[in-house]
């Protein structure tokens, strides 16, 4: 069984920054982690994803250039280090994880492909 436990939300201001973690208990090269995001009323929408074997990233447009998602492998933790954050960023951030699939795959990877999830961590940004 794999466990992920998300840490690092909390409430800023707009233009503010945080950095979220996920400590994940196992880690495989072929291990995509990913980070979603849902607000009240909405669905879960992807954020960006990172491949263990060869560190690549995804990102949401609408994160591109604000977020960054990284990994220490060491400690077996995944950041999401958010910068110039806008209310519209306001949600419940979660990680994921899943096994066995290509690089490639991850960049294209849906929800419904990760089977391992935390239980989130809020984030508000106020105006």
């Known amino acids: 069984e794999v466990h992920l436990v998300e840490s690092g939300g909390g409430s800023v201001q707009a233009g503010g920054s945080l950095r979220l973690s996920c400590d994940v208990s196992t880690y495989d090269s072929s291990r995509c982690m990913g980070w979603f995001r849902q607000a009240p009323g909405k669905e879960r929408e992807r954020v960006a994803q990172?491949?263990?074997?060869?560190?690549?990233?995804y990102y949401a447009d609408s994160v591109k250039g604000r977020f960054t998602i990284s990994q220490d492998n060491t400690e077996n933790t995944v950041y999401l280090q958010m910068d110039s954050l806008k209310p519209e960023d306001t949600a419940m951030y979660f990680c994921?994880?899943?096994?066995?699939?290509?690089?490639?795959?991850?960049?294209?990877?849906?929800?419904?492909?990760?089977?391992?999830w935390g239980q989130g961590t809020q984030v508000t940004v106020s105006s």
């Open positions: 990172i491949y263990a074997a060869d560190v690549t990233t």
């Open positions: 994921a994880a899943m096994f066995g699939r290509s690089s490639d795959y991850c960049g294209h990877a849906k929800r419904a492909d990760f089977a391992f």
